[in-house]
C-alpha cells in the first residue's frame, strides 16, 4: 500500500469517527477518558486529520522524502491544532457553556409557590429567568407553610432542593442562616 493511500484512509477513518462521536453526543469522549480543556478527542482528532491531509498532499504534489513529509505534517498539524484550540474550540466551549448555570446560583432568588409548602413537606417554587423557566422542589427554610401562588425567596439551596421563606419585600433576609433553619 502506497504512503498516500494510507494517510487517505487515516483522514477518512477520522472523519468518520469525529462524526459518529458528534452523532453520540460525545460519548467517546468520557469513555476514553479524553475529556478535559486542552487534551480531548476533538482535539486529538482534529490533529491526526489535519496531519493525514497534510501528508497525504505533500505526498502528491511535492517530491518531497518520506521522513520530510512525516515530520512537516505533524509539525504543520501541531501548529493548526493549536491555533484551532486556543482560538476556535475553548473560546466555543466557554461560550456554550456560559448560558448554563448552576441550581446553587438561584440563592437569593424569588420565585413562586406552584405547589404548596406544608409546614414539615415539600411543595414547588418555579423561578422565572432570563433562560426561561426553572421549577425545583421545595421546603420552607423556617417550618411555615407557604400557600400556591405565594411569592418565594430562595434561602438556600441544597441536594436540588429550594429552601425558600415568604417573600416579604420589607422584612430584612439577612439575619438567615443555615444554623437557624430546624
Known amino acids: 500500500m502506497v504512503l498516500s493511500q494510507v494517510f487517505l484512509y487515516i483522514f477518512i477513518g477520522t472523519l468518520i469517527i469525529l462524526f459518529i462521536n458528534l452523532i453520540l453526543g460525545g460519548l467517546f469522549d468520557s469513555t476514553l477518558g479524553l475529556d478535559n480543556d486542552v487534551f480531548n478527542l476533538t482535539t486529538t482528532l482534529c490533529f491526526t486529520g489535519v496531519a493525514s491531509a497534510i501528508g497525504f498532499l505533500l505526498l502528491r504534489y511535492t517530491s ?3 521522513f520530510m513529509v512525516i515530520t512537516l505534517a505533524v509539525l504543520l498539524s501541531v501548529g493548526l491544532t493549536f491555533l484551532l484550540n ?3 474550540f475553548i473560546p466555543l466551549s466557554r461560550m456554550e457553556s456560559s448560558t448554563a448555570f448552576k441550581i446553587e446560583d438561584m440563592q437569593g432568588e424569588i420565585g413562586d409557590v406552584t405547589l404548596r409548602i406544608p409546614k ?3 411543595g414547588e417554587v418555579t423561578v422565572k429567568m432570563a433562560l ?4 425545583r422542589t421545595a421546603k420552607s427554610y423556617n417550618n411555615n407553610e407557604i400557600n400556591q401562588g405565594e411569592p418565594a425567596l430562595i434561602i438556600e439551596v441544597k441536594d436540588n432542593t429550594f429552601y425558600v421563606v415568604k417573600y416579604d419585600k420589607d422584612f430584612d433576609y439577612t439575619d438567615y442562616n443555615e444554623s437557624e433553619r430546624m
Do not use: Q
Open 86 to 88: 486556543m482560538f476556535v
Open 132 to 135: 426561561g423557566i426553572v421549577s
Open 64 to 66: 518531497l522524502s518520506t
Open 120 to 122: 414539615d413537606s415539600i
